[in-house]
C-alpha cells in the first residue's frame, strides 16, 4: 500500500467532532491539553487547527470517563503521568483509584439520602391530599430526622 492510501485509511477527527463523541467541550480540550492531562494533539499542515486520529480519541475518552467520576484535575494528571510510568506505578494508580471508588461511594450514599428525602416528601403530600393527617404527620416527621442525617453527612 503507497502513503497516499495508507493516509487516506486513516481516520481522523476534528475538536468538534473529539467533543461531540467524547462528551468533553472543545475548551475543556484545550484545557487539558495545555496543562498535560491530554498529550499534544498534531495540527493540520495547512489550518493549523487540532487533529485527533485514532489513538488520541481512545486516551481522550478514557480521560473523559475519569472527569464523568468526578475525579479531580490534580488527580487525573497524577493518573496519566503514572501511566507513563507503566507497571512500576501500579500502586499509585490503585492507590488513586481507589480513593475515587470510595469518594463515589460517599456521593451515592448520599445520593440515595436525598432520594429517600424526596419519596418521604411525594408520600407526605399524598397523606396530606388523602387527608390522613396522621400519616402526613409520620411523615413530615421521618422527613426531618432524614433532613438532620443529610445535614450531619454534609449534604443538603
Given at each position: ?110 445520593i440515595a439520602l436525598r432520594q429517600r428525602y424526596v419519596a418521604l416528601k411525594i408520600d407526605y403530600w399524598r397523606a396530606t391530599d388523602a387527608g390522613d393527617e396522621s400519616r ?21
Open positions: 500500500m503507497d502513503g497516499v492510501s495508507i493516509q487516506a485509511a486513516r481516520r481522523t477527527y476534528t475538536i468538534k467532532e473529539t467533543a461531540a463523541l467524547t462528551g468533553l467541550p472543545a475548551s475543556t480540550l484545550r484545557y487539558y491539553e495545555s496543562i498535560g492531562i491530554i498529550a499534544p494533539v498534531s495540527r493540520g499542515a495547512s489550518s493549523r487547527h487540532r487533529v485527533y486520529d485514532e489513538g488520541d480519541l481512545d486516551r481522550v475518552m478514557w480521560i473523559a470517563c475519569l472527569a464523568a467520576t468526578g475525579m479531580s484535575v490534580g488527580d487525573m494528571k497524577r493518573y496519566v503521568a503514572n501511566g507513563e510510568l507503566g507497571p512500576a506505578a501500579a500502586r499509585a494508580q490503585v492507590e488513586l483509584l481507589t480513593a475515587q471508588q470510595r469518594r463515589l461511594e460517599i456521593e451515592a450514599e448520599h402526613a404527620e409520620q411523615l413530615s416527621d421521618e422527613a426531618l430526622r432524614l433532613a438532620r442525617d443529610l445535614k450531619r453527612a454534609g449534604r443538603p
